[in-house]
Nanobody, 117 residues
Framework: QVQLVESGGGLVQAGGSLRLSCVVS????????VGWFRQAQGPGKRREEV?????????KYGDSVKGRFTISRDTAKNTHDLQMTDLKPEDTAVYYC?????????WGPGTQVTVSS
């Protein structure tokens, strides 16, 4: 069973930086997609894709984070990180680690990121 554990969330002032890390365990050998999603609180707020590395190695970012966030992975350690810079209050959300194995997606429990103005 695949398990994901996030770390690195917290409270930061606008303009600051945070780095999120995700450790994946229990996965089968091979390259799968990895990424980060987030969901803000409030009615109508849906989980949105923040950054993704596909199984082919293509990197994609959500429009609102392009140029500020960077995703990376270490396949040997089975980890992937999200470096977030120039954080804005609208980045406040619960951030979820994602692992896209062929047999189905897995999610971490989430880590809160709060950006104060």
């Amino acid at each position: 069973q695949v398990q994901l554990v996030e770390s690195g969330g917290g409270l930061v002032q606008a303009g600051g930086s945070l780095r999120l890390s995700c450790v994946v365990s229990g996965s089968r050998p091979g390259v799968s997609a990895v990424g980060w999603f987030r969901q803000a609180q409030g009615p109508g707020k849906r989980r949105e894709e923040v950054a993704l590395i596909t199984s082919a190695g293509t990197i994609k970012y959500g429009d609102s984070v392009k140029g500020r966030f960077t995703i990376s992975r270490d396949t040997a350690k089975n980890t992937h990180d999200l470096q977030m810079t120039d954080l804005k209050p609208e980045d406040t959300a619960v951030y979820y680690c994602y692992f896209g194995a062929p047999e189905g997606p897995s999610w971490g429990p989430g880590t809160q990121v709060t950006v104060s103005s």
